[in-house]
Nanobody, 112 residues
Framework: QVQLVESGGGLVQPGGSLRLSCAAS????????IYWYRQAPGRERELVASISYSGGSTNYADSVKGRFTISRDNAKNMAFLQMNSLQPEDTAVYYC?????WGQGTQVTVSS
């Protein structure tokens, strides 16, 4: 069964950090790019970051550049999103995507 499972979300104060993880099972994701999306209440799902199959190329939404870092560990079939300097506008459900498979999402709430 092809599956992606996100973890690492939670409640954090403004300025804080979280590290999201995405674990793949049922397939080897080494040949594929990985994407992190987020969806805030009442808003469309938006692409936050992406990473190439090798990890050599990354891209970020302007809103997170310099604060978020995407990475991957192909040996462990995992991807990560390090989020620093979090702000209330980063509050959303965060999803990872590979091929046409989506995870179930993990909630990130930034609030004092």
């Amino acid at each position: 069964q092809v599956q992606l499972v996100e973890s690492g979300g939670g409640l954090v104060q403004p300025g804080g950090s979280l590290r999201l993880s995405c674990a793949a099972s049922g397939f080897v994701f080494r040949p594929y790019s990985i994407y992190w999306y987020r969806q805030a209440p009442g808003r469309e799902r938006e692409l936050v970051a992406s990473i190439s199959y090798s990890g050599g190329s990354t891209n970020y939404a302007d809103s997170v550049k310099g604060r978020f870092t995407i990475s991957r560990d192909n040996a462990k079939n995992m991807a990560f999103l390090q989020m620093n300097s979090l702000q209330p506008e980063d509050t959303a459900v965060y999803y990872c995507k590979c091929r046409n498979t989506w995870g179930q999402g993990t909630q990130v709430t930034v609030s004092s």
